[in-house]
């Protein structure tokens, strides 16, 4: 049994990167990438019941980052091959501005450190007013503060201007530190 959920689970990770591969390649196939991160997760499921959920999750997610090198590496070799003749044109560099220091300076404070405390405070003013014990308040938050993290600092990076990101991140922290301090 244990043998044939891994055949199974290798074949779902193998047609989960090459769907996901598949809509790379083809533009607007976005079908194809649907179905092929639905199968890289349900792969998750059957690699942990052939293997355990620990080891499991480990190949699931291992094999398909591989499954994708490697699609990506035959794709490279293929491009070389065909379009050696069609390189872009010699441009010479340019050293950035001081406005453009400046401002990834800013992007970088904001988008890492100050990303840092807000979803520290947040996390654990979220899980400060749950009914539960100390032991599940504080598990939660261990949990959901580097996933708070991640999601601010991806939006932080992804706006075109800081003005935004920059009231959004001073909102949130006068939020979090009301219901941290202040007791509702």
């Excluded at 998750?44 to 699931?60: D, K, M």
Aim: include cysteine; charged fraction near 10%; aromatic fraction near 12%.
């Amino acid at each position: 049994m244990g043998v044939l959920n891994g055949l199974i689970a290798l074949l779902l990770s193998t047609a989960a990167a090459g769907l996901i591969y598949y809509s790379w390649q083809r533009r607007g196939q976005l079908w194809a990438a649907t179905i092929g991160w639905l199968l890289a997760l349900f792969s998750t499921f059957v690699w942990s019941r052939a293997l355990g959920p620990e080891i499991g999750v480990t190949y699931a997610i291992f094999l398909f980052i591989c499954l994708a090198w490697v699609l990506a590496a035959l794709n490279k070799e293929a491009a070389r091959t065909d379009s050696s003749s069609t390189m872009r044109p010699y441009q010479a560099m340019h050293w950035p501005q001081i406005r453009d220091y400046v401002k990834h300076s800013v992007l970088f404070l904001l988008s890492v450190p100050a990303t840092a405390a807000i979803s520290m405070m947040l996390s654990v003013a979220l899980v400060l007013h749950l009914p539960l014990s100390m032991l599940y308040k504080v598990t939660i938050a261990i949990f959901l503060y580097p996933l708070l993290w991640g999601a601010l600092s991806v939006w932080v990076c992804a706006q075109e201007k800081l003005l935004k990101p920059t009231i959004a991140c001073v909102g949130l922290t006068i939020i979090a530190s009301l219901a941290l301090f202040i007791r509702l």
